[in-house]
T-cell receptor, first 117, second 113 residues
Framework: DTGVSQNPRHKITKRGQNVTFRCDPISEHNRLYWYRQTLGQGPEFLTYFQNEAQLEKSRLLSDRFSAERPKGSFSTLEIQRTEQGDSAMYLC???????????????FGPGTRLTVL | GDSVTQMEGPVTLSEEAFLTINCTYTATGYPSLFWYVQYPGEGLQLLLKATKADDKGSNKGFEATYRKETTSFHLEKGSVQVSDSAVYFCALTPYSSASKIIFGSGTRLSIRP
């Protein structure tokens, strides 16, 4: 399977703990995106990378959230001092783009479901 | 800011019925428009897209036409099947930025045999 993969698929943690999620994009894709989806809502953009550079961050991405893509391949999203409001599905997507137009198709992974108790 | 508003669900139809899911958008410039689908237990998949006014996107019997004058991108299918049961998301990418997709809240569709 050469699609976007995410690990773990499910994570249950206690409030105040730190969690880290991993995303492996499609291998030739230079862009990687993180979204958050809460129950009954559409995904909301968090941040994106072009290669290893983090080019945009949403206001949703508080100081407790940090994302990295150190070698321009896989990415990690860390949430520090988790809160119950962080419970959501965290989605990763990737795309290949050489320009600035909005036409690049993003391919989504299955998501990591986080539950904060 | 840019946003997408879509018909609230859930929508329940009988097999072979005609489907319309309404979607309108607010955006500056000329966004690209998409419909994504999320089947039970699966990830989001692109269903169809349109990148400029009057373009029609189509796939798997679904169609949507980019209407700039009404800022709409309604999803239609002439005869739905049980296998079309899923959550459908209307979305846009701002013309000025390829950095993100802005999604609507989703419409859950259930098809009765």
């Amino acid at each position: 399977d050469t699609g976007v993969s995410q690990n773990p698929r499910h994570k249950i943690t206690k409030r105040g703990q730190n969690v880290t999620f991993r995303c492996d994009p499609i291998s030739e894709h230079n862009r990687l995106y993180w979204y958050r989806q809460t129950l009954g809502q559409g995904p909301e953009f968090l941040t994106y990378f072009q290669n290893e550079a983090q080019l945009e961050k949403s206001r949703l991405l508080s100081d407790r959230f940090s994302a990295e893509r150190p070698k321009g391949s896989f990415s990690t999203l860390e949430i520090q001092r988790t809160e119950q409001g962080d419970s959501a599905m965290y989605l990763c997507a990737s795309s290949f783009s050489t320009g600035t137009s909005g036409n690049n198709e993003q391919f989504f992974g299955p998501g990591t479901r986080l539950t904060v108790l | 800011g840019d946003s997408v508003t879509q018909m609230e669900g859930p929508v329940t139809l009988s097999e072979e019925a005609f489907l319309t899911i309404n979607c309108t958008y607010t955006a500056t410039g000329y966004p690209s428009l998409f419909w994504y689908v999320q089947y039970p237990g699966e990830g989001l998949q692109l269903l169809l897209k349109a990148t400029k006014a009057d373009d029609k996107g189509s796939n798997k019997g679904f169609e949507a036409t980019y209407r700039k004058e009404t800022t709409s991108f309604h999803l239609e299918k002439g005869s739905v099947q049980v296998s079309d049961s899923a959550v459908y998301f209307c979305a846009l990418t701002p013309y000025s930025s390829a950095s993100k997709i802005i999604f609507g809240s989703g419409t859950r569709l259930s098809i009765r045999p």
